[in-house]
């Protein structure tokens, strides 16, 4: 089943004025249920655009998009119901905190979807246990947090509203390389118990390849391109480029490909790397 999907959509912002810029262009894509998205591309790509159009808060200036089998924009009585279906964390979330204590922030998503308390009891324990939130600090303000902590508890607030989708706009940006790890492998967890639709938007190819089943790329405003994670990485002199730099791994393995040695170039992970070199000699000692 495709949890979402794009028809040409383009978005235009403030047209007609000396100012109009098309951010997204003709971009047409279908996410199939349960993927791992990574959503990469140089800065200004538009990349922000359009993930704020999967769950209506931008309006296409043309095109369509498409949630499981429904027009988004069809019925506008029914677009609160997507905005709780397709959750969205953005840059810096934890700017919009407001709530007397981490528990109220947490609460007011599943709340506002009219649950019953005892419903967002449950939904605000298991959103916390998630991100690592111990009981004690549902107590506190989230202003007495640490800076990753209060990531975590806006991240919290979207994951309690339970959404099918959930997309999150440089959930590690301006993180410690610690703070970074921890909350990917929360997001990673998350992903594995509930089997969801998950679009991460990264400046980090190490992060996407840690964790990304697919990666979808933009460049100046269009889709470059949306494939599997590997095939992707293996057209990295076509991301150089476009200034995006390959993950480590990819780069070494490429170069190695590029000088004749019989090795897979779409390798991009420590631990493939070290099976490939391995599989790689044993062949090569066979060979002699
Ligand atoms: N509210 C706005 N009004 C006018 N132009 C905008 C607005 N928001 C973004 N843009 C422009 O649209 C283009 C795409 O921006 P967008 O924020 O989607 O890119 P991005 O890929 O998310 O970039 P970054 O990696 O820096 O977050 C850029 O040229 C940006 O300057
Ligand atoms: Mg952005």
Not at 209 to 217: E, I, S
Request: with cysteine.
């Amino acid at each position: 089943m495709t949890a979402i999907r794009t028809e040409h959509l383009t978005h235009t912002y403030s047209p007609n004025t000396p100012f109009q810029k098309v951010a997204v262009e003709d971009v047409s894509i279908a996410i199939e249920e349960g993927e791992y998205v990574g959503v990469i591309g140089h800065t200004g790509s538009g990349k922000s655009t359009l993930i704020q159009h999967l769950n209506g808060l931008l309006a296409p200036t043309s095109g369509k998009v498409f949630i499981g089998e429904e027009d988004l924009w069809a019925d506008k009585a029914k677009l609160r119901s997507f905005r709780f279906a397709v959750g969205l964390v953005f840059q810096y979330p934890e700017y919009q905190l407001f709530g007397e204590t981490v528990y109220s922030d947490i609460a007011f998503g599943p709340t506002n979807m009219g649950l019953t308390p005892d419903e967002v009891d449950s939904r605000v324990r298991q959103a916390a246990r998630f991100v690592g939130l111990t009981e004690e600090k549902l107590q506190k303000s989230p202003f007495e947090l640490s800076g990753g902590q209060k990531r975590r508890v806006a991240i919290a607030g979207v994951l309690a509203m339970d959404p099918r989708v959930l997309i999150l706009d440089e959930p590690t940006a301006g993180l410690d390389p610690k703070g970074r790890d921890k909350i990917l492998g929360e997001i990673r967890e998350y992903h594995q118990e509930k089997k969801n639709t998950i679009l991460l938007v990264s400046h980090s190819m190490e992060d996407i390849a840690k964790n990304a089943t697919m990666a979808l790329v933009m460049n100046q405003a269009r889709l470059f391109c949306y494939d599997r994670v590997e095939e992707v990485f293996g057209r990295g002199e076509e991301l150089s480029r476009m200034g995006l730099a390959v993950p480590q791994v990819s780069r070494v393995f490429l170069s190695l490909a590029k000088r004749g040695i019989p090795i897979d170039p779409r390798v991009y992970t420590v631990e493939a790397a070290r099976d490939e070199i391995i599989r790689c000699v044993k062949e090569g000692r066979q060979g002699k």
